[in-house]
């Protein structure tokens, strides 16, 4: 059984440019949910993929953008990046989501904005 | 809104003592409460989940505890032990199946 892997390990992009990252869930996982983690905060929900649907959404921009693919791969887009954008991103896999969901995740894309 | 707030931000103890970290809530309608350990600049290890309808779980030296009516947890940490250092952070999951988080204790344990 493999775990959550997530794709580049580390970023620098300039300002104004677009970026993807990557999350391959783990083996069995139908939902995905995506975190951004500024320095020295908790994880704040950017939105959560469930059989390739968003199933919810956090407090960010449009230019936040997603994707779930049939084997429950996820991508992150990020258009028009800012210099607040730098962070780690944390990629989530659970089997459903739900009450019982356990929340598994990769080692992050830490992402700097310059 | 749900906050969750933990505290203390950082805590510095001698290998060997027990502790205990502290995590509380704004809204009593959770799902569960999950801990996590997060090593400087990883990702997020899942230590220990407990449902809404649960008082406890425990891990090996980890002990949770939940009082979902005063909106409160703890994570009880046995005999610590240097390899114990990092930051816990512990979240909700709201009405919405939301993870919602607190800022995280940061821990060092010295030898």
């Known amino acids: 059984e493999t775990g959550v892997t997530q794709s580049p390990t580390h970023l620098i992009k300039t300002r104004g440019q677009q970026v993807t990252l990557r999350c391959s869930s783990q083996?069995?996982?139908?939902?995905v949910s995506w975190y951004q983690q500024a320095l020295g905060q908790g994880p704040q929900f950017i939105f959560q993929?469930?059989?390739?649907?968003?199933?919810g959404r956090g407090n960010f921009p449009p230019r936040f953008s997603g994707l779930q693919f049939p084997n429950y791969s996820s991508e992150l887009n990020v258009n028009a990046l800012e210099l607040d954008d730098s962070a780690l991103y944390l990629c989530?896999?659970?089997?459903?989501?739900?009450?019982?969901?356990?929340?598994?995740f990769g080692q992050g894309t830490r992402l700097t904005v310059v | 809104k749900q906050e969750v707030t933990q505290i203390p931000a950082a805590l510095s103890v001698p290998e060997g003592e027990n502790l205990v970290l502290n995590c509380s809530f704004t809204d009593s309608a959770i799902y569960n409460l999950q801990w996590f350990r997060q090593d400087p600049g990883k990702g997020l290890t899942s230590l220990l989940l407990i449902q809404s309808s649960q008082r406890e779980q425990t891990s090996g030296r980890l002990n949770a505890s939940l009082d979902k009516s005063s909106g409160r947890s703890t994570l009880y940490i046995a005999a610590s032990q240097p390899g114990d250092s990092a930051t816990y952070l512990c979240?909700?999951?709201?009405?919405?199946?939301?993870?919602?988080w607190g800022a995280g204790t940061k821990l060092i344990i010295k030898p």
């Open positions: 989530a896999s659970s089997l459903a989501t739900g009450a019982g969901a356990e929340a598994f």
């Open positions: 979240a909700v999951m709201d009405s919405n199946y939301q993870l919602i």
């Open positions: 083996s069995g996982h139908n939902t």
């Open positions: 993929y469930y059989r390739e649907e968003e199933n």
